[in-house]
């Protein structure tokens, strides 16, 4: 007996007019995360869509995805002088 080879549904196929009117909203400025553009597609369109469908059409659509740098908000510019120049004590150097 075969099992059976896919997704019961089949490959569900998105109207690109989504990702259209999502590119149009996202070009007016301001921070889009995967999570703000799934929930953006099911107010608007009432459709949920994945994370990796959106990321993927995305990537498709030339947009590309910006992760946020660490900045520590109250660095210490002391430490941070000492470490640069090597005078912190590393305890693998003895």
Request: proline share 5%; aromatic share 12%.
């Amino acid at each position: 007996m075969l099992k059976p080879a896919g997704r019961k549904k089949g490959d569900v196929i998105w109207d690109a007019s989504l990702f259209e009117s999502l590119t149009k909203e996202i070009d007016k400025g301001g921070y889009w995360s995967i999570p703000r553009m799934q929930k953006w597609l099911h107010e608007h369109h009432h459709k949920d869509i994945p994370e990796q469908t959106i990321w993927y059409r995305m990537n498709k659509l030339d947009y590309s995805y910006k992760s946020a740098r660490p900045h520590p908000a109250q660095g210490n510019k002391e430490k941070q002088e000492a470490f640069k120049k090597g005078a912190s004590f590393r305890s693998w150097s003895r």
